[in-house]
């Protein structure tokens, strides 16, 4: 049975957002993009009946129901063709090839007194949700924010939960930019998490992928020019950002952004790889879809964000639009990244052939990139410009991430890279940066189970071809040993972690060490601190030894960060004032050799630093 319905209910204005729409007298509106169609219904279920859209503006077709209401099972039919789920999908119960779900747009919210968090405040910690705990779900992992909290986090990061096929993904392969993860608890589930992640203090971002679509269950092409020939991604078509029809493509994935941000209250997106996202129109789509996440934030009266990741160093990202910039609040910086970990390594093979000395170090901590305009031996080219006039809190830094240990042909953690000297050191290193640091689910306690690459695909031709683009792609790196396989059960399962590990040692040393950086961190923002502060001085001293001089904030600080593989007593000289040494990562309360650096500091002084080893000094209150 077919029946139409009308475009409005006893004359009350409509929100007309794409997919399914829930209204506030009841019922729900559907709006489907499909400028080629020259019918589209909607096939609702229990019972079985169609729903006929009419033509709208710019190739949108749209119907109100008045007796639809959330739970609702439907797919979208265009003209005589197969029944298809709705690109807007924001739930998909039974996979990416079941029918879509109705979803309530009202939600039994407690958070109406959150407001969010500044930026400067943010310390963010990423969580794949399907191996972060036993359960694998967004309600499960709500038993682990107390912890966060405790260890000093700040904001909780999730990797991609927009569907995706079958039960193990990083969720980079998604299809529906709308519908959280079904086996994760879906998009209720998704709101009860942020709900209690909001009652600890915690904001919640989430990683989105608007530069590729999966492979598998990606039925957008079917509905209109999503894609373009024009360019090409890593992963496949590029999106239409600038092309013929780009207008109704920007709102997809806008709206997608203020679901996310406004039904589901999440407090900032990271974008993914948006140097991947093509786009040569007069005013961007990442410049467009940060003013709108903006007017949303000022329009609810919350702090909401945008995080780009991008692999370019181009500061265009986060700077203002009247200077030419995109205007997103902060971005990625691999540099930091690529230096600390090449140093504490010694790997010099793929982009790590980039890094390796104390000078991209130093570059990296006063600038952000470590590469701003110098030949880049790797790209065989010049690579980056130098981020003038952009605030260390708009840079995002990390010893450890998704990216950087998963992209390894077996997942390795750095705890299985270099000594437990090291990784106190990379901590040290990335918490006390002025930069806005990231941990990775784990990292705080040593965590030795990897986190290796794993689908779920259901072509069996696609898992090939998957595995034998990471054989290709780790090629590069000359990495030794047999390459985990992808989509087997074991890998996903390799991957999840084990918090009772910190209760042993040396992991519950770790775990002190880094509540205890983050505790340092906290205070000299608590004690004054803006996040438009100047940055700290960076300076070399000697060949392995770098200073940072903190001035923001109520107590000056000192760091000196010592990545020699030796011993090394390096000149220091501080200003009027006694300066107290509060930390050293080579002190036996840290399961080191023992510091020998003085305890205080006056005047010109040399400091007997360990063999990678980060020192702490405080001005002391006159």
């Known amino acids: 049975m077919t029946s139409r319905t009308s475009g409005a209910a006893e004359g009350a204005p409509l929100d007309r957002g794409l997919g399914a729409l829930t209204q506030p007298q009841g019922g729900t509106t559907f709006t489907v993009w499909a400028p080629d169609a020259k019918r589209v219904r909607v096939r609702l279920y229990e019972p079985e009946r169609d729903v006929e859209l009419e033509p709208a503006e710019h190739g949108h077709h749209t119907a109100f129901a008045p007796e639809v209401g959330s739970g609702t099972r439907y797919m979208v039919l265009l003209d005589d063709g197969p029944p298809l789920p709705d690109p807007a999908s ?21 958070d109406q007194a959150w407001r969010g968090r500044r930026l400067e405040e943010l310390v963010f910690y990423e969580v794949h949700v399907g191996t972060c705990t036993t359960a694998g779900t967004f309600d499960g992992l709500i038993q682990r924010l107390d912890a966060l909290v405790d260890l000093g986090v700040t904001a909780l990061q999730l990797m991609p939960v927009a569907q995706f096929p079958g039960a193990r993904n ?21 709101r009860r998490l942020v709900d209690a992640a909001h009652a600890r203090g915690l904001a919640v971002f989430l990683d989105v992928v608007y530069n590729h679509l999966g492979p598998e269950g990606n039925v957008l092409g079917r509905f209109g020019p999503y894609f373009t020939d024009r360019y090409r991604t ?32 999440l407090d900032g997106l990271r974008l993914d790889a948006v140097h991947a ?19 949303l934030g000022q329009e609810s009266g919350r702090t909401l964000h945008v995080v780009a990741e991008s692999d370019a160093n181009d500061p265009t990202l986060v700077e203002a639009p009247r200077l030419g910039g995109y205007g997103l609040d902060a971005q990625w910086s691999d540099d930091l ?3 600390v970990h090449a140093l504490l390594t010694g790997e010099e093979s793929g982009y790590y052939e980039d ?8 570059r990296a901590l006063r600038t952000g990139y470590s590469y701003t305009g110098q030949r880049s031996p790797h790209r065989g080219r010049r690579h980056g410009r130098v981020p003038r006039s952009v605030a260390p809190s708009r840079f995002v830094v990390y010893g450890q991430n998704h990216d950087q240990v998963g992209n390894r042909a077996r997942g390795e953690r750095l705890i299985h890279l270099t000594d437990l000297e090291g990784v106190k050191l990379a901590a040290a290193t990335i918490l006390l940066s002025p930069f806005l640091p990231l941990l990775f689910m784990g990292e705080e306690w040593g965590e ?3 986190f290796p690459y794993f689908i779920d695909h259901s072509d069996p031709a696609l898992v090939e071809a998957v595995r034998e683009g990471r054989a290709r792609e780790f090629a590069g790196f000359r990495w030794a040993g047999e390459i985990p396989d992808p989509a ?3 890998t996903f399962e390799s991957a999840r972690i084990v918090p009772e590990r910190a209760q042993d040692e040396p992991h519950r040393t770790l775990l002190t060490l880094y509540r205890t950086l983050l505790a340092l961190r906290s205070a000299r923002w608590n004690s004054g601190a803006r996040a438009d502060a100047e940055p700290p001085d960076v300076a070399r001293i000697g060949a392995d030894t770098i200073a940072l001089r903190h001035r923001s904030g109520r107590r000056p600080t000192l760091l000196l960060l010592h990545f020699g593989r030796e011993a090394a007593a390096v000149p220091v000289t501080v200003p009027d004032g006694t300066w107290r040494r509060r930390l050293d990562t080579a002190a036996e309360r840290w399961r080191g050799p023992g510091s020998r650096a003085p305890e205080r500091l006056e005047g010109e002084m040399h400091v007997d630093l360990r063999r990678r080893s980060a020192v702490l000094y405080i001005e002391e209150d006159s």
């Open 234 to 265: 890593p992963w496949g078509d590029a999106l239409n950002f600038d092309g013929a029809h780009s207008d109704e493509v920007r709102r997809y994935f806008i709206e997608s952004a203020l679901w996310w941000l406004g039904d589901c209250h």
């Open 355 to 362: 890094f390796g000395g104390i000078e991209q170090l130093e």
């Open 337 to 339: 990244h690529h230096s």
């Open 488 to 490: 087997a059960p074991a």
């Open 170 to 190: 990083w969720g980079y392969d998604g299809v529906f930019p709308w519908a959280a993860q079904n086996t994760y608890g879906g998009p209720d589930g998704l």
């Open 277 to 295: 996202i093509l786009d040569r129109s007069a005013r961007p789509f990442l410049q467009e879809l940060a003013e709108r996440v903006h007017a």
């Open 448 to 450: 030795t189970h990897p």
């Open 90 to 110: 924001r739930c998909q119960p039974q996979g990416i090839w079941g029918p879509s779900e109705v979803v309530a747009r009202a939600f039994p919210w407690t």
